[in-house]
């Protein structure tokens, strides 16, 4: 079990914009930093990161947290699991105290296949570095293909022996479970329910998630044999989704922002010969076609995309509307051919590194454009299949989301096309409105408008803000076992419980009792109210538990509560969107605006006013109900004089907030 000290030092140490930084392109904007969101699709940037507070927070979907629920989140990685990452990131050594049988017994499943997964990357690595057979036959192998020494390490490459239990005796012997070895693949199951090596005889390139942990293998068979799969891959496990992955993206990722582009290519080899070549910025898809995920983790870090073709006419052509899911998404898509059937690992070899960079630099072609002369190509003179191609063209345009880059692109294609604006725009419609129906019939009859373009998505309420109760319940938005109905009551729950999160350690002067702590001398005036938010109501008991230990919680001690709405309470309570430009407070436009922190004692007092006399106004609410039902006279007497107690406190609580109550 990881120390309490460990994990504060890691949470010291994690700076939000370099944890979050490696995985979303960032972009300065006032005091925070913005950037697209990594949790939900969107077009228009809502993902802001405050430097200051430490936290990021996305107001398109409300994903919100610290570094740790941030790796959290995006990898799925338990709290251990986080911890760790961010430990290896910064260079922290772990503290760990022993853990009893149960407690290990108990580990994470996951974790377990991770820490396989590692040590299969290890036991696969070693072959090539360590052992003489590995040397003669997969080292030789990476060298043959001109591979360098640091390039091997780099993208961890090995090889696994031709035999049929080698990584599984020594997986056991290390005391890996069987069960285990099965999940990921490294094995597979005889009929007799015995093991054998998925990878025996073949050269390995480990698969990376984002973090740079190994989730998966390729395997390259050395043999000749057709009979024998050129490549055999890890199966989906619990830890490896192909479709969310794109190989070499933990190499690539700062790269790719840096350039603000990303080279796409099919294979293994292409990605490390253009590494080695000095191109970094380049991932590949592993051979199949491209997937929604794969284009979103793209779409973190760029906009732009080239994707690098080989001469194979067939391929191309099959590949063409795969392309078409990067255009949906937004993504400025341009294609690159290389000349004579070569891909990018030959063309390398042919020209050398420098002649490369400057080819792919020279070749570009816009996708649309590409795709327009390919099948122009093909249909020659023939009328029926002109037409064709024009339908093709026009569907690829009328997925981008785009308008002005829609216009430039018509008029374009129809002077390539030799056709009317006119025509392609109506064609382009056409096509727009059969999808809007197909997508109306597919959600159930509701409405859905041809074209579809919205505002940006950051400055528009969460989906449920516009929903009934009874809606929000069939739809399922908010349903789950926290969420409750927002009251006035617990807008002013959650003020309390902003200011203690925002302000709870700041000292302030109360007449007779000196500096205190804001937290103390909220907590004690209002000590005796209960609260109906339940959310709140955790995090009010958390500071009057630490309270009596003279001790006052941090926000982030609440950002990865195993409580969803708590945490994501403590979250919106210190994220602000928009912040007062410093530009203002100067001299020269006589501007001065006063920050809340200056007025902190009338806010807290205000607050706890306020809250106060919402409360008795509950409370006599509840009263005057009661005095409808048939009571006795002691009882009556008894709720008419606690009424009358509660009406004198909101009175005084409305004088001293300067309101009229209406007698």
Request: aromatic share 10%.
């Given at each position: 079990?990881?120390?309490?000290e460990?994990?504060d030092?890691?949470?010291?140490?994690?700076?939000?914009e370099e944890?979050?930084g490696e995985?979303?392109?960032?972009?300065?904007?006032?005091?925070?930093?913005?950037g697209n969101c990594p949790?939900?699709?969107?077009?228009?940037?809502?993902?802001?990161?405050s430097?200051?507070?430490?936290i990021?927070?996305?107001f398109?979907?409300g994903?919100g947290?610290?570094?740790?629920?941030?790796v959290m989140?995006?990898?799925?990685f338990?709290?251990p699991?986080?911890?760790r990452?961010?430990?290896s990131?910064y260079?922290?050594?772990i503290a760990?105290?022993e853990r009893?049988?149960a407690q290990?017994?108990?580990?994470d499943?996951?974790?377990?296949?991770y820490v396989?997964?590692?040590?299969?990357?290890?036991?696969?690595?070693?072959?090539i570095w360590?052992?003489?057979?590995g040397?003669s036959i997969?080292?030789?192998?990476?060298?043959?293909?001109g591979?360098r020494?640091?390039?091997?390490?780099?993208f961890?490459l090995?090889?696994?022996?031709?035999?049929?239990t080698?990584l599984?005796?020594a997986?056991k012997k290390?005391?890996f479970q069987e069960?285990?070895i099965?999940?990921?693949g490294?094995?597979i199951?005889?009929?007799?329910?015995?093991l054998?090596?998925r990878?025996?005889?073949r050269v390995i390139?480990?698969?990376?998630n984002l973090t740079?942990?190994?989730?998966?293998?390729g395997?390259?068979?050395?043999k000749t044999?057709k009979?024998?799969p050129?490549?055999v891959?890890?199966p989906?496990?619990?830890i490896?989704?192909?479709s969310?992955?794109l190989?070499?993206?933990?190499h690539?990722?700062?790269?790719?922002m840096?350039a603000?582009?990303?080279?796409?290519?099919e294979g293994y080899?292409d990605v490390?010969?253009?590494?080695?070549a000095?191109?970094e910025?380049?991932v590949?898809?592993s051979?199949t076609?491209?997937t929604?995920?794969?284009?979103k983790?793209?779409?973190?870090?760029t906009?732009?995309v080239?994707?690098?073709?080989?001469?194979d006419a067939?391929?191309i052509k099959?590949?063409?509307?795969?392309t078409?899911m990067?255009?949906?998404?937004?993504?400025?898509?341009?294609?690159l051919?290389f000349?004579?059937?070569n891909?990018?690992?030959?063309?390398?070899?042919e020209?050398?590194?420098?002649?490369?960079?400057?080819?792919i630099?020279?070749?570009q072609?816009d996708f649309?454009f590409?795709?327009?002369h390919?099948?122009?190509?093909d249909a020659?003179d023939?009328p029926i299949?002109?037409a064709?191609?024009?339908?093709?063209?026009?569907e690829?345009?009328?997925?981008?989301p785009?308008e002005?880059k829609v216009?430039v692109?018509i008029?374009?294609?129809?002077s390539l096309?030799?056709i009317?604006e006119?025509?392609?725009?109506?064609e382009?419609?056409?096509i727009?409105?059969?999808r809007?129906?197909?997508?109306?019939?597919?959600?159930?009859g509701k409405?859905?408008?041809a074209?579809?373009?919205v505002?940006?998505?950051?400055?528009?309420?969460?989906?449920?803000?516009f929903?009934t109760?009874?809606?929000?319940g069939?739809?399922?938005?908010g349903?789950?076992?926290v969420s409750?109905?927002?009251?006035?009551?617990?807008?002013q729950?959650?003020?309390?419980v902003r200011?203690l999160?925002?302000?709870?350690?700041?000292?302030v002067?109360?007449e007779g009792n000196?500096?205190?702590?804001?937290?103390?001398?909220?907590?004690?005036s209002?000590?005796?109210?209960?609260?109906?938010d339940?959310?709140?109501?955790?995090?009010v008991?958390?500071?009057?538990?630490?309270?009596e230990?003279?001790?006052?919680?941090e926000?982030r001690?609440?950002f990865?509560?195993?409580?969803?709405?708590?945490?994501?309470l403590?979250?919106?309570?210190?994220a602000?969107?928009y912040e007062i430009?410093?530009?203002w407070?100067?001299?020269?436009r006589?501007?001065?605006?006063t920050?809340?922190i200056?007025?902190?004692?009338?806010?807290?007092?205000?607050?706890?006013?306020r809250?106060k006399?919402?409360?008795f106004?509950?409370?006599?609410?509840?009263?005057?109900e009661e005095?409808k039902?048939?009571?006795?006279?002691?009882d009556?007497?008894?709720a008419?004089?606690?009424?009358?107690k509660?009406k004198?406190?909101?009175q005084?609580l409305?004088n001293l907030?300067?309101?009229t109550?209406?007698?």
């Amino acid at each position: 079990m990881i120390t309490k000290e460990t994990i504060d030092k890691v949470l010291d140490t994690a700076r939000i914009e370099e944890v979050v930084g490696e995985f979303v392109d960032l972009k300065k904007r006032g005091t925070s930093l913005i950037g697209n969101c990594p949790f939900h699709n969107e077009k228009t940037p809502s993902f802001h990161v405050s430097v200051a507070k430490g936290i990021y927070k996305c107001f398109g979907c409300g994903a919100g947290g610290d570094s740790l629920k941030f790796v959290m989140e995006l990898e799925k990685f338990s709290y251990p699991e986080a911890i760790r990452y961010l430990a290896s990131k910064y260079s922290i050594e772990i503290a760990e105290v022993e853990r009893s049988p149960a407690q290990m017994a108990a580990q994470d499943k996951r974790e377990s296949l991770y820490v396989l997964s590692q040590w299969a990357g290890k036991f696969f690595k070693q072959q090539i570095w360590e052992t003489d057979l590995g040397k003669s036959i997969g080292l030789s192998y990476f060298k043959e293909r001109g591979y360098r020494d640091d390039i091997i390490k780099k993208f961890d490459l090995g090889y696994s022996p031709d035999q049929w239990t080698a990584l599984v005796d020594a997986a056991k012997k290390d005391g890996f479970q069987e069960a285990y070895i099965a999940e990921i693949g490294l094995a597979i199951e005889r009929d007799d329910k015995s093991l054998y090596d998925r990878f025996r005889g073949r050269v390995i390139f480990p698969i990376h998630n984002l973090t740079g942990r190994i989730i998966g293998f390729g395997g390259r068979t050395l043999k000749t044999e057709k009979s024998v799969p050129k490549y055999v891959n890890s199966p989906e496990s619990e830890i490896y989704h192909k479709s969310d992955v794109l190989y070499g993206l933990n190499h690539a990722k700062k790269a790719i922002m840096d350039a603000d582009l990303c080279y796409l290519v099919e294979g293994y080899a292409d990605v490390i010969a253009m590494h080695q070549a000095g191109v970094e910025n380049v991932v590949s898809s592993s051979g199949t076609s491209l997937t929604s995920g794969q284009i979103k983790l793209i779409s973190r870090f760029t906009k732009n995309v080239v994707i690098l073709y080989d001469g194979d006419a067939a391929g191309i052509k099959a590949s063409l509307r795969g392309t078409d899911m990067l255009l949906e998404e937004g993504l400025n898509v341009k294609v690159l051919l290389f000349p004579d059937g070569n891909d990018p690992d030959s063309y390398i070899k042919e020209v050398g590194s420098n002649a490369f960079i400057e080819y792919i630099a020279a070749h570009q072609e816009d996708f649309i454009f590409y795709k327009t002369h390919i099948l122009l190509k093909d249909a020659k003179d023939d009328p029926i299949k002109r037409a064709e191609v024009i339908r093709e063209v026009v569907e690829s345009i009328a997925l981008i989301p785009d308008e002005i880059k829609v216009s430039v692109f018509i008029r374009q294609c129809s002077s390539l096309l030799d056709i009317e604006e006119r025509i392609l725009l109506s064609e382009l419609n056409k096509i727009r409105l059969t999808r809007a129906k197909a997508q109306e019939k597919k959600g159930g009859g509701k409405t859905v408008s041809a074209p579809v373009f919205v505002g940006p998505e950051g400055d528009m309420p969460p989906p449920d803000f516009f929903m009934t109760e009874e809606e929000r319940g069939e739809s399922g938005v908010g349903t789950d076992s926290v969420s409750q109905p927002i009251t006035a009551e617990i807008l002013q729950e959650r003020e309390i419980v902003r200011i203690l999160l925002n302000y709870g350690r700041e000292l302030v002067s109360w007449e007779g009792n000196g500096d205190i702590p804001v937290a103390p001398y909220l907590l004690g005036s209002i000590d005796d109210l209960t609260f109906e938010d339940r959310a709140s109501a955790v995090i009010v008991e958390e500071f009057k538990k630490q309270a009596e230990a003279f001790e006052v919680p941090e926000a982030r001690f609440f950002f990865a509560h195993e409580n969803e709405e708590v945490a994501k309470l403590a979250i919106d309570s210190i994220a602000t969107r928009y912040e007062i430009s410093a530009n203002w407070n100067d001299d020269k436009r006589k501007i001065y605006v006063t920050r809340e922190i200056e007025h902190l004692k009338e806010l807290v007092i205000q607050a706890i006013y306020r809250i106060k006399k919402r409360k008795f106004a509950s409370e006599m609410h509840k009263i005057r109900e009661e005095l409808k039902l048939p009571l006795s006279a002691e009882d009556m007497e008894i709720a008419l004089h606690k009424y009358q107690k509660l009406k004198e406190g909101e009175q005084l609580l409305g004088n001293l907030l300067g309101n009229t109550i209406v007698k």
